[in-house]
């Protein structure tokens, strides 16, 4: 016989195990560990619900949870093809690139590492406390057009690449020099969702799209006139008078100093230009030493023109050869012949120009996109007392703000007419420094010949050439001071451009008085 306590507990048990088998199942939630959780994530505009595209990211991080990355890894790359060529070809010779440019250009990058962690807020941020200022930044994907599959990151100090690629199922396309600033093909995410959850991930400094970026010509489509062999054109024009450079000439000619063309190439065989080129040079479109500057007959961007900036490069590098015929020009392709390229390609011709001797650069292209990456790589080299120079753009608006133009450690420039007004399409606003000559402008096109071009694309090379008179002249001075030498000698135009006071910087270029 079971005693009186064994039957109560028994009982008891079983009273338990009925009512546990009937009360309903609580919901697990995901641990703020797991890849999956994306409640504490802000994203970087406001996304209703509704939006397709969010709920396509959704239902990739729904379903891809528990995949393994690798068979995902090699779709990387595909996707970031799938826009064009640019994609593919924009990288594949750039490890050579960086093995070439040398040790010192190791220990220039290594440097450029530190200066540039606070690159948002001018030259000069170090360490953690520059880093800081990144916490947590990530650009909007809808600023502007961007490559498929293809995110850019920067890591905080101690944070190793494999950590984040298991993390984010991302892959390593290339890296930035020595720098901590990876390109990664996106293995198994959408980029929107991507980019959400890297917003609050301690581990990086900072993680956007790979942006497009083009000239201010092809953005608006601005074509060349008027091609001709003749040089006469290009030797005798308005804005050299009006400049005074025959006169600048006998106080400088940019002897010794070399000037980075950042853009579609250069003609390299220009009867104008032989003699003029520094035989350190790079193609980041094709992979090569050879950045020619011609046509490939395709519409690469499907827009309806085929071509449409090829000789933009070189004609910026004519410019620049006119203001300042004893510098050498380094011919950096970073744009197709349609005039597009992405950031990350700029970036490492920025990095390549840094490493390898430029003391300036001339950046005539620009993106609606204010990208990390690119003001990361524009204040290591001002920290490297590098001058850069860049056009403002060519919407003949004030917002929105093209960048590297917006940036405060480069000299943006507007554009002027032969009457020292304003061009109708530059763009202004109080991020303006200066201005320059840009409109009818005859300068060197490919296949040899000479052609007149508007644009601010055109005003830049003209102060970067500027710039090289000056380094000439005085190379003891700071990157800073050539740039406030060239703004505080300009000539004031505001009489003649009273609708837009304040907004066309300084004034007019006046390079001999810079000298002076």
């Keep these: 016989m079971i005693p009186n306590r064994w039957v109560l507990l028994i009982a008891l048990i079983l009273g338990l195990l009925a009512v546990a088998e009937a009360a309903p199942s609580a919901p697990t939630r995901a641990s703020p560990s797991q890849p999956g959780n994306t409640s504490t994530l802000q994203a970087s505009r406001d996304d209703s619900g509704d939006d397709p595209e969010d709920q396509e990211d959704q239902d990739d991080e729904d379903d891809g949870e528990g995949d393994s990355g690798g068979d995902d890894g090699a779709g990387g790359d595909d996707s970031g093809g799938d826009d064009g060529s640019i994609g593919d070809d924009d990288h594949s010779g750039s490890g050579d ?283 290591d080299a001002l920290a490297h007392n590098i001058v850069i120079v860049t056009a403002v753009g060519n919407g003949g608006v004030e917002t929105p703000v093209e960048f590297p133009a917006g940036l405060p450690q480069v000299l943006t420039v507007a554009a002027t007419n032969q009457d020292d007004v304003k061009a109708a399409f530059s763009n202004f606003g109080t991020h303006v420094d200066l201005t320059a000559p840009g409109q009818s402008i005859y300068s060197t096109l490919w296949n040899g010949t000479y052609a007149s071009w508007s644009g601010t694309s055109m005003a830049a090379p003209f102060v970067a050439g500027a710039a090289a008179l000056l380094r000439a002249q005085r190379p003891m001075l700071s990157a800073e001071q050539v740039m406030a030498q060239l703004t505080t000698t300009a000539v004031d135009i505001t009489p003649l451009n009273p609708q837009w006071a304040g907004k066309l910087g300084a004034g007019r270029l006046d390079i001999l008085a810079a000298l002076r």
Excluded at 186 to 207: F, G, V
Excluded at 233 to 252: C, D, I, N
Excluded at 314 to 340: C, E, F, K, W, Y
Aim: charged share 25%.
């Design 97 to 379: 690139d960086e093995e070439d440019s040398g040790d010192d250009g190791d220990d220039d990058g290594d440097d450029g590492g530190d200066d540039g962690d606070d690159g948002h807020s001018g030259p000069g941020g170090e360490g953690e406390e520059g880093e800081e200022s990144h916490q947590g930044s990530v650009a909007d994907p809808d600023d502007d057009e961007f490559l498929a599959g293809q995110i850019l990151v920067r890591l905080r100090s101690g944070t190793q690449l494999q950590v984040i690629n298991g993390r984010y199922h991302t892959r390593l396309i290339q890296q930035l020099g020595s720098r901590p600033i990876y390109l990664l093909a996106l293995a198994q995410e959408a980029l929107r969702s991507t980019l959400r959850r890297m917003a609050s991930d301690p581990d990086l400094l900072y993680a956007e799209p790979n942006f497009l970026s083009q000239p201010p010509e092809s953005r608006q489509i601005s074509f060349w006139e008027s091609g001709t062999t003749d040089p006469t054109p290009y030797t005798v024009q308005y804005a050299p008078e009006k400049l005074g450079l025959a006169e600048a000439h006998q106080e400088s000619t940019g002897a010794g100093v070399v000037v980075a063309v950042i853009d579609t190439g250069v003609d390299l065989d220009h009867p104008a230009l032989v003699g003029h080129l520094s035989r350190t040079r790079r193609d980041f479109i094709d992979g090569d030493r050879q950045p020619d500057d011609l046509p490939n007959f395709i519409d690469d961007d499907g827009d309806g023109y085929v071509d449409e900036a090829t000789g933009h490069g070189t004609h910026v590098a004519g410019i620049i050869t006119l203001v300042a015929p004893g510098a050498q020009i380094m011919p950096l392709r970073a744009l197709n012949s349609d005039g597009h390229g992405d950031l990350f390609t700029v970036a490492t011709a920025i990095q390549f120009a840094v490493d390898n001797g430029a003391q300036v650069i001339n950046l005539s292209l620009g993106t609606l996109a204010n990208s990390a990456v690119l003001a990361d790589v524009v204040a």
